[in-house]
């Protein structure tokens, strides 16, 4: 009667150790799937793999070169993103007005002040028109982009290009202000 439940306990015992065993190795086969390390109190955790992490790219639409606007409005466009900077430096308006006297979209530089002036002034001494545009990705390359501000704040503009937006920076998403209007010449 012994020896039959010490057998008993040992063949419990080995089928334990084996069962474990083989639990153990079908982990290990799945190891390209899976990622094995240890937490901070010591026990071993693991953890999936991601082999796909975004399966759409965020792509933001191109702009579109509209030929019944003023050529210079593009190329104030390109001198605008040859002299931006990667982050902002707070001359949105300043850097928009430089570009646009560049290409020669402009006789003068404007004089406002602020950049949620800009499209009043462009539209009363420069021959600007206002497009009925909402939405800032479908504004047409060159367009000049004017936002609002708070009470006190200036504003933000700045100008469409093919693959983002340009004033003293440069930006794939347009400003989260409110748009006030986008505004071109003929």
Request: with cysteine; charged share 25%.
């Amino acid at each position: 009667m012994r020896k039959i439940l010490s057998l008993s306990v040992v063949g419990a015992f080995c089928m334990a150790v084996f069962a474990t065993q083989s639990q153990a190795a079908d982990l290990k086969k799945d190891s390209k799937s899976t990622f094995f390390f240890k937490d901070a109190s010591g026990n071993e955790k693991s953890a999936e793999i991601v082999t796909k992490y975004q399966p759409r790219k965020i792509v933001y639409p191109v702009g579109k070169v509209d030929p019944k606007i003023d050529p210079k409005l593009r190329r104030a466009a390109t001198i605008a993103e040859e002299r931006a900077h990667a982050h902002s430096r707070s001359r949105c308006w300043h850097y928009v007005k430089e570009a646009l006297v560049a290409a020669g979209v402009v006789s003068s530089r404007p004089k406002s002040v602020f950049a949620k002036d800009a499209g009043q002034e462009l539209v009363s001494n420069y021959g600007f028109k206002k497009l009925p545009v909402r939405d800032p990705f479908k504004a047409p390359v060159g367009s000049v982009l004017v936002y609002g501000a708070r009470r006190r704040a200036a504003g933000h503009v700045e100008l469409r290009t093919k693959d983002g937006f340009v004033s003293d920076f440069r930006s794939k998403v347009p400003s989260p202000r409110p748009l006030l209007g986008v505004y071109v010449k003929s």
